[in-house]
């Protein structure tokens, strides 16, 4: 049996951005939840989830020995911070958008 919890419960994110592409880290607080954010966040499921925000691929990079994932984004910053009308054209609001997913977790997981 699993239950639905927000991400922020079981891991933090830093943003980052160059031009039109933006990135979001996010790190698993216990290494022990890392293979379910490895196998729940998938390039796939970032970009599905923010279908009107991400124009381009999304690609994820593993760092397994430090139990985080990189997901970099291609065309989702409305064109970069030059050109973007957003309030946050910097991307920097990427890391609460992402943290804000729902993950599965066992039912029988510490809360």
Request: proline share 5%; no cysteine; net charge negative.
């Amino acid at each position: 049996m699993t239950r639905r919890i927000k991400l922020h419960e079981i891991a933090h994110a830093r943003a980052g951005d160059k031009g039109n592409t933006s990135n979001v880290s996010v790190w698993a607080y216990d290494p022990g939840d890392y293979p379910l954010l490895k196998e729940q966040l998938t390039p796939e499921r970032i970009k599905a989830a923010y279908p009107a925000l991400i124009q381009g691929s999304v690609t994820r990079y593993a760092l397994d020995h430090l139990h985080g994932l990189n997901f970099v984004m291609h065309d989702a910053l409305e064109g970069g911070v030059n050109t973007s009308l957003g309030l946050d054209s910097h991307g920097k609001s990427w890391s609460f958008l992402v943290l804000d997913l729902d993950v599965e977790v066992p039912d029988n997981r510490p809360a």
